[in-house]
């Protein structure tokens, strides 16, 4: 057998593992299935592209990459010694402007955080719309 027929026994890396089960997610995240149910809820999960499998219920099944997102999520709680809850308010506040606004004018009110300074922009563009309004 010549060298080139041999096969070859260097793992194949250009394929991913099979995404796994919840149970087996759960495990290798360090976490629960319950759990990982209960970030699902909160939007912490990665979305799933999976359709439906069985009598119309979705077994959902996680990929590497997921388990990597999920792993970062975990990673953020424990740094910021935070629950899932306030991380997915976090990520509230950063995707809805409307949400970020009542926020930081909360944090205002509280002294927390510093009025936003008037941007340049802003005079000139309040100064353009001026110059457009019709004079009466």
Known sequence: MAARDTPSIEPDDSTDPA????????????????????????????????????RGHRHRRFTEEDLRTIRGGLELEREFDIPPAALSFALRVLAEPEVLARVRAHGERLGRLAPAPARALDFEKEKAMRLLRPTV
């Open 19 to 54: 995404p796994v089960p919840i149970s087996a997610a759960a495990e290798r995240v360090g976490s629960t299935a319950r759990m990982l149910r209960y970030r699902e809820g909160l939007g912490l999960l990665p979305r799933t592209q999976d359709p439906p499998t069985g």
